[in-house]
C-alpha cells in the first residue's frame, strides 16, 4: 500500500511569505503529525490531528498552523517566514493514538531566503 | 537535562562488528520507537517497544520500564546500515513524541 506523501518536496521561499505543505497518510490511518527538524534544535513536535480535530500542539509560535480534512490529508502553514524557519518539515501518520506506530513521510525541505 | 538522552552521538564501526545504542529517558511513557534515518532526510520507524524486546533481522531492540533504558543492537554490521539512529518516547501524558538527538552510525567495510 501507498506510504505517506509529503508534497513538495523542496521549496524555496523569501522571508514574510507564507508556505503551505500537504501530507497524505496512509490509508485508513486518522492521526496524523508534523515536526520540524533543524540541525541546532533536532527533531521537534509541532502539532497532531486526529478526526480533523488538533489534540496536541508543540512549542511553536502562532506562526505555525495546521488542519486535517475529512479523509485524514493534513496541511501544515506557516506565515510570516522566517530565516529560522530553514527546516525539514516530517510528517508521520499512525491508525490510533497511544501506543500506535508511526510512518512517515520523506519530507519537505523549507528552505527560507 | 533532556528528557531522552541517547549514547554515543558517534559511532564508527568495521563491517561485521556488533553495534550497541543506548537511550534513557526520564517521563513516563506510553511505548518507545526507535527510528532510522538515512541522508537526504525520509525516517524509517524500525520498533515500536513498551516492554521486552523485539528482533528483526539483524536488529535487536530492548527496553527496561522500571530503569527506563532501551538499547538498539545490530549484529554483524553492514555499509548499508549507516545512519542516524534517533529513541523516540511517547510521552504518556500528553501523548507527543520527544526525541533523543541521535546516533550517527558509520560503517566501513
Known amino acids: 500500500k501507498a506510504g505517506v506523501t509529503q508534497t513538495p518536496r523542496y521549496l524555496i521561499k523569501t522571508r514574510g511569505q507564507q508556505v503551505t505543505l500537504s501530507c497524505s497518510p496512509i490509508?485508513?490511518?486518522?492521526?496524523v503529525s508534523w515536526y520540524q527538524q533543524t540541525p541546532g534544535q533536532g527533531l521537534q513536535f509541532l502539532f497532531e490531528y486526529f478526526s480533523e480535530t488538533q489534540r496536541n500542539k508543540g512549542n511553536f509560535p502562532g506562526r505555525f498552523s495546521g488542519r486535517q480534512f475529512s479523509n485524514s490529508r493534513s496541511e501544515m502553514n506557516v506565515s510570516t517566514l522566517e530565516l529560522g524557519d530553514s527546516a525539514l518539515y516530517l510528517c508521520a501518520s499512525r491508525s490510533g493514538t497511544g501506543a500506535y506506530g508511526y510512518t512517515f513521510g520523506s519530507g519537505t525541505r523549507l528552505t527560507v531566503v | 537535562k533532556n528528557e531522552v538522552e541517547q549514547s554515543p552521538q558517534n559511532l564508527t564501526a568495521q563491517e561485521g562488528e556488533f553495534i550497541t545504542i543506548n537511550c534513557s529517558y526520564s517521563v513516563g511513557i506510553s511505548a518507545l520507537h526507535w527510528l532510522q534515518q538515512h541522508p537526504g532526510g525520509g525516517i524509517v520507524s524500525l520498533f515500536m517497544?513498551?516492554?521486552g524486546k523485539k528482533k528483526h533481522g539483524r536488529l535487536i531492540a530492548t527496553i527496561n520500564i522500571q530503569e527506563k533504558h532501551s538499547s538498539l543492537h545490530i549484529t554483524a554490521s553492514h555499509p548499508r546500515d549507516s545512519a542516524v539512529y534517533i529513541c523516540?518516547?511517547?510521552?504518556?501524558?500528553?501523548?507527543?513524541?520527544?526525541f533523543g538527538t541521535g546516533t550517527r552510525l558509520q560503517v566501513f567495510p
Open positions: 523516540a518516547v511517547g510521552r504518556i501524558s500528553t501523548d507527543k513524541l520527544i
Open positions: 517497544l513498551s516492554s
Open positions: 490509508s485508513g490511518h486518522r492521526s
